[in-house]
């Protein structure tokens, strides 16, 4: 990569949403054309970042992973190209979830996290589909159904659901606060 590096951040040992989080504060510190290195470790960080990156307008410049370490490389956007899109309008709680499930409503879940963060436990027939793959994934899914995406806290689903939005799925649910916060039925394994 042929850049120079203005700031770097830690985000080591931090889970979503923390890494986006403390991204969003470090970009602010810096000048617009200036590139930010985040340092994090959450495999997940990989999509995050780009899907933050794509919805403020900053530019992506790329990940290189050494071992378990993942360095994301961020070029500040000029004010009047950066924009902090709004959350996606559509969503449901974890308690009107559960109900839905509970009067054995029909309901498809779509869980956008990391293959090993929906093994340690998941809401009972959810498909795993992380965000990095939901583009390759689409025909998995149908249209015509109302989709409740969850993740851990509600970022990374956000992102889902406007990244559905943008390919003409319509009955979409953002889950919050997600599995951070799930209190129904939990599953263990693939």
Not at 21 to 40: D, F, H, N, R, S
Not at 66 to 82: I, M, W
Not at 106 to 128: L, T
Request: glycine share 8%.
């Amino acid at each position: 990569m042929n850049f120079s590096v203005d700031k770097v951040l830690d985000c080591k040992g931090l889970a979503c949403p923390m890494p986006i989080v403390k991204t969003k504060k470090a970009i602010e510190e810096i000048a617009p054309g200036q590139v930010l290195e985040m340092q994090a470790t959450d495999k997940g960080s990989v999509a995050d970042i780009q899907g933050w990156a794509k919805n403020t307008g900053h530019e992506y410049l790329g990940t290189v992973q050494e071992g378990d370490l993942y360095k994301h490389y961020l070029r500040k956007a000029n004010p009047q190209a950066s924009q902090e899109n709004a959350a996606f309008a559509q969503t449901i709680t974890n308690a009107e979830l559960l109900k839905k499930m509970e009067a054995q409503e029909k309901v498809v879940i779509v869980d956008v996290r990391e293959a090993d963060e929906f093994a340690s436990g998941h809401i009972p027939g959810a498909i795993a589909i992380p965000y990095g793959e939901l583009t390759g994934r689409l025909a998995e899914l149908n249209q015509d159904e109302e989709l409740y995406i969850v993740c851990r806290t509600g970022n990374r689903s956000d992102m889902a659901c406007k990244l559905l939005a943008e390919k003409g799925f319509s009955k979409l649910k953002n889950v919050l606060p997600g599995m951070s916060g799930w209190s129904g039925p939990v599953q263990s394994g693939e």
